[in-house]
Structures are given as structure tokens and as C-alpha cells.
């Protein structure tokens, strides 16, 4: 039966080095969002595919002699990872509840057996967020789990500060609206003041998707402000504003942009990714 609980900031344990800074990110998303903490560890069992190939060197008792001495490794391997998975949650629970302050955040385990793209599968429909450290360590890059998934995900590097600030990229594309929505509900940046940058020309058009943003972000109660710069190059606009601002936290829609727009001028996503140095929040595209 599983213990997953509905609208949990999930904490993924997958990047050693990155592990304090994912909780104490989870930690104040959770705090702001109300919602209990699921710490997720995930292991794929070990598997020995390649050594099953063995027919044309090994007589029958020799090849069963050696299965059989195979799964008893694997099974020696799978159960030293799920003990280092078991103590790598309990010292993870203990850093939350020394460091949770006055907030007590409701904590609990996810300790999966499957690799950490099926494991952000089975969190995704039932999460409010999840938090990922920068380096990931699984097969899928960071950017092909964000990608697929459906939840919105906040990435932090080695350290994390808690934001006090934050810059939302607005390209007035459908999944940048769904973003607004979800930030005009959301309690998660309620408190931080707010920058709308959009990149583009000064058309009507864009002014008033701009102003149309901005008014929307402040009746909801967010203390924003908004600015369309001029620029081709997205990403170092977004940037170059962030830093020359200082703003802590950067947020954009995930892939929002055509298959077609990727292939010709790369994704602005994956630029961002590989470009911050502040963590990022990013919303997914519907």
C-alpha cells in the first residue's frame, strides 16, 4: 500500500551533494505551502544482465553454478542499497527536525526501488512540488525529467538561501499562462517581491500581455514589478537581469516553446538550466 500523501513537497535524495540544500528548499516550500514533507529515495535494484551471456564458454553445471552465485551477489547488492537507502532517510529526517525551527513540518518516507524518472512518475499527479538538486545522478538529465513531467519542479545547486526575490521569465505562451495562474494561487512566492521581465520587442502586443500579467500578479496581493527589455538571446537577458537586480529565485515555464522553435534555435529551458546559478522553479508544460 503506498504512503505517498496528497499534496506533499517531495524532497528527491538522488544528488549526494546537493542533499542538505534539497531540504532545507523543501523545507521552505513546505513551510510556505503548508503541505507535509515526502522524502523521496530512489534505487533501481542491481542487475546483472550482462553476466547471463555465458553459454558458449560455460558446460551446464558451470553456467548454473554461476547463476545461481550471481543472484545471490544481486541479492547481497539490493540489500545493501536498500540499507544505505534506509539510512540515508532517517539521517535526512533527523537534519529536517533539527533545522525546522518553530514551523513542525509533517515528514515521511518514500524509499522506491525504481529509477528516479519512474519515481517522479508516480509522485507527479498527487505532489504540489518537487524539489531536485542541479546534479543529478540517475541516466535521465535533468532537463528529461523536468520535461516529462507534470508537476511543478523548484532545482537548487549545493547551497540554497532561503528567496526573498524572484524573477518570473514571461513570454506570453501557454504555459507561461498556466504559470501565472498557478502564481496568482499559489502561497508559495505570496511574500517574495517580484520582478516580470519579459524579453521581446516593444509592441502593443507585447505591453499589454505584459500589463495584463503585472495587474493580475497584483491583485492576487504580490509585490511586483514589471519590465520588457529588448534582446534575441533570452537567456542572457533573463540573466543579465537576475544578477544585475540580485534577485534569488528564477522562474519560467518548462519547454513551452514549439518542437519546431527547439530545433531551430535551441530550448530556452535547457539554456536556463545549464545558465542559472540561483535556484530555479520552473512550471510544466500542460
Known amino acids: 500500500m503506498s504512503n505517498l500523501r496528497a499534496d506533499s513537497v517531495i524532497a528527491c535524495l538522488d544528488a549526494p551533494s546537493h542533499v542538505q540544500a534539497v531540504l532545507e528548499a523543501s523545507m521552505w516550500a513546505a513551510k510556505n505551502l503548508h503541505a507535509p514533507i515526502g522524502l523521496l529515495h530512489a534505487a533501481p535494484t542491481v542487475q546483472h544482465k550482462e553476466a547471463l551471456d555465458y553459454s558458449g564458454y560455460l558446460v551446464a553445471d558451470d553456467g548454473t553454478n554461476l547463476l545461481n552465485q550471481l543472484t545471490l551477489e544481486e541479492k547481497d547488492s539490493n540489500g545493501k542499497l536498500r540499507d544505505q537507502g534506509r539510512l540515508l532517510l532517517k539521517r535526512a529526517h533527523r537534519y529536517c527536525e533539527r533545522h525546522q525551527g518553530r514551523y513542525k513540518h509533517q515528514i515521511y518516507y518514500l524509499h522506491r526501488h525504481a529509477s528516479i524518472a519512474e519515481s517522479l512518475d508516480y509522485v507527479d499527479e498527487s505532489a504540489q512540488l518537487v524539489v531536485l538538486g542541479h546534479q543529478v545522478t540517475c541516466k535521465d538529465t535533468l532537463s528529461q525529467l523536468i520535461r516529462a513531467s507534470r508537476c511543478p519542479a523548484l532545482v537548487t545547486h549545493e547551497s540554497f538561501k532561503i528567496p526573498k526575490t524572484a524573477l518570473f521569465g514571461f513570454d506570453n505562451r501557454p504555459t507561461c499562462h498556466h504559470l501565472l495562474d498557478w502564481l496568482c494561487d499559489t502561497a508559495l512566492i505570496r511574500n517574495l517581491n517580484l520582478h516580470v521581465v519579459m524579453v521581446g520587442e516593444e509592441t502593443e502586443r507585447n505591453k499589454e500581455a505584459l500589463r495584463e500579467a503585472y495587474a493580475r500578479l497584483t491583485q492576487s496581493g504580490i509585490n511586483c514589478k514589471k519590465s520588457l527589455i529588448a534582446g534575441n538571446d ?35 529551458t535547457r539554456k536556463l538550466l545549464k545558465a542559472s546559478q540561483s535556484p530555479y522553479l520552473l512550471y510544466p508544460k500542460m
Open 234 to 268: 533570452v537567456t542572457n537577458a533573463l540573466i543579465t537581469y537576475q544578477h544585475q537586480n540580485k534577485l534569488d529565485l528564477l522562474i519560467t515555464g518548462a519547454f513551452g516553446e514549439s518542437r519546431l522553435h527547439e530545433l531551430l534555435h535551441g530550448s530556452n
